[in-house]
């Protein structure tokens, strides 16, 4: 079966209307969506899979733009960096020019950035094919620690990883296969089932939280969403728009892949970046909303680039994808181009579809279906969103063992969610850990635990060095934020 | 925020408790040939870090206010309904399980029972419709 077959594309666009839902009302979110898919997904084959992941990734990001001109509440939070000014251009235009501001230069970030995943991925793959697991393992602690100091407090960021990576330990060691922290259950003799957790962090823990704090509701949209000014304002108007500032859209696409491209940057600073830049050369409101919307669009294709060619994630959305990779038995890396090579091109191509086609097209008809889904309150879909966990976590293996994980993760995530712990590092160190384990532990076999030898190749060690430079650069700019945060609270003002 | 740095030190003594046990247990995990470390190795170092990020965090924290929102008794009632699912699944079956998670849950966050009972038998027909005719989950 390939991409372009009636079932992988159905499920591209299936997987792209329930990525635009999830992504567009405010409390569901883009990890949620796809915790929720997977079990579903699981029982697809890889090519309908990946499709439908696709679809809820790339559309995900653009559709959060969808609250904020509906109900001034961004779906996700890439789109709270220009949510009032998107908002405002609803009130001031139209709705439907303001969704079109929203589709069009989605659209053509998504492409900018695709454009940049097919040469850039490329490029590091040939790159990659020359790395050893001494090369592998620096390119994993990079991803790692550039991961845990992207957050604001490093402690958190230590725990939240370290709690992830202890959870992949459980099970077969990879080097030498030997049964660790099992307590003599045959259910966890294969390790924590990703999946399960990934519900239980993203799911469960959704559900706690908003039984503690109540859910906000957002209401549906008084400004009307008429079919007739469709043609005129969402297509004639927008794309005029686009057009004028179209030096303004390569750019923030150049940008958003760069910061996307990045360990632990993502579609969110991307697009605060993008639209600050813009209002800080005096910008209207519908060009700090183009700027935004674009870069963070961008950003989500430049965060494929390392995870295909390297394996490495750039948010936690790449993350779970990598997860999700390896659950379907498929290596991200230069295995994948080597092994896969059909694959990659369909993924390139699914990319392509989503941007080019379901974007634009799927973006109005997304809005109207959302605008009508704002009507069930979001206490209702909070208790559906249980009832699917429980089944989600029980159809992975059809052992009733993972309900009981998932409870104790569910709890655990709750915590950690509640205490302001990066939940995307735990799902890094599910992923990464146990590669950052077998790289070293291969190293080491093969030189009978010669540390020097992590140093003796030119790459693994232009790789140690960046590490460096990396820990070195990011604790260096945080002594200035600590500096800043020390300060009386009057003077920081 | 009181709520935050509670459980911010809540974490940060589960950080402390599985550290130390990771810590523990891994002394009982076999060593290579040679008498290299093996697959203690990593848990050792898991461990250390995070009864070290832990204490770090405990004493950052020292000092700051922390108190509970009310109303985590729910939370708990769900986590404790969860651990109980396995049972509950071999007693009723599938669909109904998830039926009534979606029901209870329903409930707990403030749907009224007629709401509450829609969720559920909603939740109910899409498990049986999608995972266990279409997908062929057991269960």
Not at chain 1, 230 to 245: G, H, I, Q, S, T
């Amino acid at each position: 079966m390939s991409f372009l077959s009636p079932e992988a594309l159905l499920a591209l666009l299936l997987g792209s209307l329930y990525g635009a839902i999830f992504g567009a009302i405010p409390g569901l979110t883009a990890t949620l969506a796809i915790s929720l898919a997977i079990p579903v997904l699981l029982f697809l084959g890889p090519q309908v899979a990946l499709a439908a992941l696709i679809g809820i990734t790339a559309t995900a990001i653009f559709a959060g733009d969808i609250g904020s001109v509906l109900v001034r509440m961004p779906g996700t939070p890439a789109s709270a960096a220009y949510t009032e000014e998107l908002h405002e251009v609803a009130q001031k235009r139209s709705p439907a020019f303001a969704l079109g501001l929203s589709a069009f230069p989605s659209a053509i970030g998504s492409l900018i950035g695709l454009g940049f995943l097919v040469v850039g991925s490329l490029g590091l793959v040939a790159l990659a094919r020359q790395f050893s697991s001494f090369e592998y393992f620096w390119l994993v602690l990079l991803g790692i620690l550039s991961g845990i100091l992207a957050v604001p407090r490093v402690l958190k960021g230590a725990i939240a990883f370290g709690l992830g990576m202890l959870l992949a330990t459980i099970g077969y060691d990879p080097a030498l296969g030997n049964p660790r922290f099992t307590f003599g259950q045959p259910s966890l003799l294969g390790g924590l089932d990703f999946i399960v957790a990934l519900i239980a962090f993203f799911g469960v823990s959704e559900v706690l939280h908003h039984l503690l704090y109540g859910s906000r509701q957002p209401s549906p949209s008084a400004a009307s969403l008429k079919l007739a000014s469709v043609f005129r304002d969402y297509f004639l108007e927008a794309n005029r728009f686009c057009w004028k500032e179209r030096y303004s859209l390569l750019r923030s696409s150049l940008l958003g892949t760069f910061v996307g491209f990045l360990p632990g940057a993502g579609s969110d600073i991307a697009a605060w970046v993008s639209s600050n830049l813009r209002r800080m050369r005096q910008g209207r409101p519908e060009q700090v909303a183009l700027d935004g919307t674009t870069a963070n669009n961008a950003a989500v294709a430049g965060a494929w680039i390392p995870a295909m060619a390297l394996g490495l994630p750039g948010d936690t959305l790449t993350a779970i994808l990598l997860g999700m990779f390896l659950a379907l038995g498929i290596t991200p890396g230069p295995e994948l181009f080597n092994k896969h090579g059909s694959l990659v091109v369909q993924i390139y191509l699914a990319f392509f579809l989503v941007s080019a086609i379901l974007m634009p097209l799927g973006g109005y008809l997304s809005a109207l279906v959302v605008n009508t889904l704002l009507k069930i309150p979001m206490r209702v879909l909070m208790g559906a969103v249980l009832g699917l966990c429980v089944v989600g976590a029980y159809a992975v293996n059809n052992n009733p063992f993972d309900l009981l994980l998932l409870a104790v993760l569910g709890g655990l995530g709750f915590m950690l969610r509640q205490g302001g712990f990066p939940l995307g590092l735990v799902v890094l160190g599910m992923v990464l850990g146990p590669l950052l384990e077998q790289h070293f532990m291969v190293s080491m076999i093969k030189t009978h635990w010669n540390l020097l030898s992590f140093f003796e190749r030119p790459l693994a060690l232009v790789l140690a060095f960046l590490n460096v430079a990396m820990v070195v650069a990011v604790l260096g700019l945080r002594r200035g934020w600590w500096a800043w945060l020390r300060l009386p609270a009057e003077e920081r003002a | 925020m009181p709520a935050e740095r509670f459980w911010e030190r809540a974490v940060a003594l589960v950080a402390l408790a599985l550290g130390m046990l990771a810590l523990y247990l891994s002394r009982s995990l076999p060593q290579m040939e040679g008498g290299y470390p093996g697959p203690a190795l990593f848990p050792s170092i898991l461990g250390v870090v995070l009864v070290a990020s832990g204490l770090g965090l405990l004493w950052q924290e020292r000092g700051s206010k922390g108190g509970l929102e009310g109303g985590e008794g729910r939370v708990l009632l769900v986590i404790l309904g969860l651990a109980l699912a396995p049972w509950l699944l071999g007693q009723i079956k599938l669909a109904p399980t998830a039926g009534l998670y979606a029901l209870a849950g329903a409930l707990l966050l403030g749907v009224r029972p007629a709401g509450a009972l829609l969720t559920g038998g909603a939740v109910a027909l899409l498990v049986y419709l999608v995972f266990q005719r279409f997908l062929g989950v057991q269960g």
